[in-house]
Nanobody, 126 residues
Framework: VQLQASGGGLVQAGGSLRLSCAAS????????MGWFRQAPGKEREFVAG????????TYADSVKDRFTISRDNDKKMVFLQMNSLKPDDTAVYHC????????????????????WGQGTQVTVSS
């Protein structure tokens, strides 16, 4: 599966952004999907993940209650709604796909994901 992220930009603290990830290829609905981010000088970190059907989601503690991940399998899209943004959220955001069996838990480590899209820059000013 090939992935293309978009929707990043510059926003003031407290603002909102919605990231999108468009997938191409077959069997998108067989993949768990995740969002990761990487700030300058830091390692890539998990942000949010969603199961194949969308019934299960998981979030990093740092974004819980502010970010919401969702997906539309018919359109082969994954979204990340980001509210109450903080300067610490500034990073390049990447979407990723993890080929998963039905009952697999949503992975939170980069090594579990098979495909990655190019990132989209999110900058939050104070």
């Amino acid at each position: 599966v090939q992935l293309q992220a978009s929707g990043g930009g510059l926003v003031q603290a407290g603002g909102s952004l919605r990231l999108s990830c468009a997938a191409s290829g077959r069997m998108f609905s067989r993949y768990n999907m995740g969002w990761f981010r990487q700030a300058p000088g830091k390692e890539r970190e998990f942000v949010a993940g969603i199961s194949r059907s969308g019934s299960r989601t998981t979030y990093a503690d740092s974004v819980k209650d502010r970010f919401t991940i969702s997906r539309d399998n018919d359109k082969k899209m994954v979204f990340l709604q980001m509210n109450s943004l903080k300067p610490d959220d500034t990073a390049v955001y990447h979407c990723a796909a993890d080929w998963a069996i039905t009952s697999a838990a949503v992975a939170t480590t980069t090594s579990d994901y098979d495909s990655w899209g190019q990132g989209t820059q999110v900058t939050v000013s104070s």
